[in-house]
């Protein structure tokens, strides 16, 4: 009998204690749950001791900003340097507060030293405009070679890094500013010693128009130099007929060497012992210097070669190297 109600007593005891593991597991349940609701597992990021928010996903915050920090962002922010890496700590967020991915990253990227990459266009070694890609430095270089810009020997592109951006250009300001430099330059060049108020001299020789079109530019003073000639434009490839009879001086490319820089292609007639008549900016020349050539005769064709912004044709007349108002004669 004793050990029967010992056995009673042994069974009832172990229920009790599976009752109170099963109360136990539920209330475990239920705070784990409690728990879920309220909070989230997140990553506390602190820089230089200091928290500065918190993140859910650590592992792609952290490689955006090694990213940045290592390769800049793919655009002119070449690295960052940075003295401490952000610490990364588990822990448990309420639930309602907001991750800050983005003002991390910014905070991070921004407690750094930014070094800017982007390229510089040199002139004679002189930096002279600066752009963001290499692409645009190269493209900007090519198009003034293209357009023979008397400087196009001297240009160069060097990649820079700085702690400050500069002010970038775009291809086509680059293009037009290397460019009208020299056009400052040139224009002082081969013009001296034959400006001055226009004198009607009597050529000594009839002229005819050597193409039709409008008169783009006059001779004379305008804003931006002197102007040595009559300018009329016209479309590319028009051809141009010798106003008069004469010798041909020089059939070629204007440059520094040759007196004509900035004109393009161009041709000199000699028409007797003191006038002599150009014609610049020419897509296409058909006489070689040293030739003879007869009024009304095709020499060449209209362009914009040279220091120009359209097609025409630049007509001037000197006498006795002095350029002349060609509207005192013809047009
Ligand atoms: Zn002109």
Request: with cysteine.
């Amino acid at each position: 009998m004793i050990k029967i109600s010992n056995l009673k007593k042994v069974v009832i005891g172990f229920r009790k204690i599976v009752k109170i593991l099963i109360i136990l597991v539920i209330a475990a349940v239920l705070i784990l749950g409690i728990i879920k609701v309220t909070y989230k597992q997140t990553y506390s990021v602190s820089l230089n001791g200091e928290i500065i928010g918190y993140t859910n996903d650590k592992v792609a915050l952290q490689k955006r900003i090694n990213d940045y920090i290592n390769t800049g962002n793919g655009d002119n922010v070449a690295f960052v340097e940075v003295k401490e890496m952000p610490e990364y700590k588990a822990c448990l967020l309420k639930n309602g507060i907001e991750t800050n991915d983005e003002e991390i990253f910014d905070k991070v990227t921004s407690s750094g030293t930014t070094y800017y990459k982007y390229y510089a266009i040199t002139e004679d070694e002189d930096e002279k405009a600066y752009v963001k890609t290499f692409t645009d430095a190269e493209s900007a270089v090519n198009q003034l070679k293209e357009k023979k810009s008397t400087n196009s020997e001297e240009l160069g592109i060097i990649e820079k890094y700085s702690t400050e951006q500069a002010e970038y250009k775009s291809v086509e300001t680059c293009v037009s500013e290397l460019y009208q430099e020299k056009k400052v330059q040139v224009a002082s060049i081969p013009t001296a010693g034959y400006t001055g108020p226009s004198v009607k001299t009597s050529l000594g020789i009839s002229l005819v128009k050597p193409i039709s079109g409008t008169i783009s530019s006059r001779f004379g003073n305008r804003s931006r130099d002197n102007h040595k000639g009559l300018d009329i434009a016209a479309p590319k490839g028009t051809a141009i007929k010798a106003a008069a009879s004469g010798t041909v001086i020089f059939s070629g490319y204007g440059a520094n060497g040759n007196g004509y820089s900035g004109y393009g292609y161009t041709v000199a007639i000699k028409s007797n012992s003191s006038v002599t008549i150009l014609y610049a900016h020419c897509s296409s020349l058909y006489v070689k210097s040293g030739q003879t050539v007869s009024q009304g005769q095709v020499i060449a064709a209209v362009g914009s070669t040279g220091i120009s912004t359209g097609n025409h044709l630049h007509f001037e007349i000197r006498v006795n190297g002095r350029a002349v108002d060609p509207q005192n004669y013809i047009y």
